[in-house]
């Protein structure tokens, strides 16, 4: 074996997230065609995309919201088309996912939502899950006076922050993030980034968002992957990306958005 493929064989042993050969058609539409992605262990990884690329696809083909047409999908090292009930609690418990909505129950109080996956895949009791409900409010920035209201009365922000504290809920080694700042203003958003990154920082986890946002790419990400072409096309640093003679690329990081991030996160 060559030294670039021990190296890749190691990384895949060692990474969280691992996608090979992926293909998943819609009808006769094809959106990924051999698709390959490795997230290592404790990086933030920002997947990017023109509209229609198959971000969320993705996303949805790693945590087994979709069963892919072909290729293999594995998360902590086990191939997700082959795990049974157990085992895929077992890796429910060691993820976290922030839906871009929040995916908040109406019906339940904050305090509430944020401690249902306690209740879900442990056999602590109600009061245990309130008391880790408050510490995970507290750890996205929120105050115990929040677990008591409903959905309904939370700003966007404060929803993306309750939809943060549950994903946190089991203290997961890896969380997914689907269009986190989306909705939310320039303050609120760069707010959510600094978040997002002490976080990781300061937890250990490794994070695979979903994003169209700029400013959280250079702001969060130790790594951006870009969807075109129905594949993975790179994936490296904001500061590689902007060398890439990928048309694509070229427009998304070097037209006038991406040269105002740059520039914002220079001055930072």
Same mark, same amino acid.
């Given at each position: 074996m060559?030294?670039?493929?021990?190296?890749? *064989?190691?990384?895949d *042993?060692? *990474?969280p997230i691992?996608?090979?050969? !992926?293909?998943?058609?819609?009808?006769? =539409?094809?959106?990924? $065609? &051999?698709?390959? +992605?490795?997230?290592?262990?404790?990086e933030v990884?920002?997947?990017?995309g023109?509209?229609?690329?198959?971000?969320?696809?993705?996303?949805?083909s790693?945590i %087994?919201?979709?069963?892919p $047409?072909e290729?293999?999908?594995?998360?902590?090292g086990?191939?997700?088309s082959d795990?049974?009930?157990?085992?895929m @609690? @077992?890796?429910?418990r060691r993820w976290?996912v922030?839906?871009?909505?929040?995916?908040?129950?109406?019906?339940?109080?904050?305090?509430?939502?944020?401690?249902?996956?306690?209740?879900? =895949?442990?056999?602590?009791?109600?009061? !245990?899950?309130?008391?880790?409900a408050?510490?995970?409010?507290?750890?996205?920035?929120?105050?115990?006076?929040? &677990?008591?209201?409903?959905?309904?009365e939370?700003? %966007? %922000?404060?929803?993306?922050?309750? %939809?943060?504290?549950?994903?946190?809920? +089991?203290?997961?080694? !890896?969380v997914?993030?689907?269009?986190?700042?989306?909705g939310?203003?320039?303050?609120?958003?760069a707010?959510?980034?600094?978040l997002?990154?002490? +976080?990781?920082?300061n937890?250990?986890?490794t994070?695979?968002?979903v994003?169209h946002?700029?400013?959280?790419?250079y702001?969060?990400?130790?790594?951006?992957?870009v969807?075109?072409d129905?594949k993975i096309?790179? =994936?490296?640093?904001?500061?590689?990306l902007?060398?890439s003679? =990928?048309?694509w690329?070229?427009?998304?990081? !070097?037209?006038?958005?991406?040269?105002?991030?740059?520039?914002?996160? @220079?001055?930072?």
């Open positions: 060559s030294a670039a493929g021990y190296s890749a *064989a190691k990384d *042993a060692d *990474a691992v996608v090979r050969g !992926l293909v998943n058609r819609f009808g006769d =539409h094809t959106v990924h $065609d &051999g698709l390959n +992605l490795t997230v290592r262990k404790g990884m920002g997947l990017v023109g509209s229609g690329a198959g971000k969320t696809v993705l996303l949805n790693i %087994g919201l979709r069963r $047409d290729g293999e999908v594995r998360v902590f086990k191939d997700m795990v049974d009930d157990a085992e @609690e @077992e890796i429910e976290g922030l839906f871009q909505s929040g995916a908040l129950w109406s019906s339940l109080t904050v305090r509430e939502n944020v401690g249902a996956p306690v209740i879900e =895949h442990t056999n602590l009791g109600p009061d !245990l899950a309130d008391e880790i408050d510490l995970k409010l507290a750890l996205v920035g929120l105050s115990p006076v929040a &677990g008591d209201l409903k959905p309904s939370l700003s %966007g %922000g404060m929803k993306k922050r309750v %939809g943060l504290a549950r994903a946190l809920a +089991l203290d997961p080694e !890896l997914f993030l689907d269009e986190p700042t989306a939310l203003d320039p303050i609120g958003a707010a959510f980034d600094t997002i990154r002490d +976080l990781a920082t937890l250990g986890l994070v695979f968002m994003t946002d700029l400013d959280s790419l702001a969060v990400c130790d790594r951006v992957a969807i075109a129905k096309v790179a =994936h490296a640093t904001v500061q590689e902007e060398k003679d =990928h048309p690329i070229r427009e998304y990081f !070097l037209g006038p958005r991406g040269r105002a991030a740059a520039a914002a996160e @220079e001055t930072t």
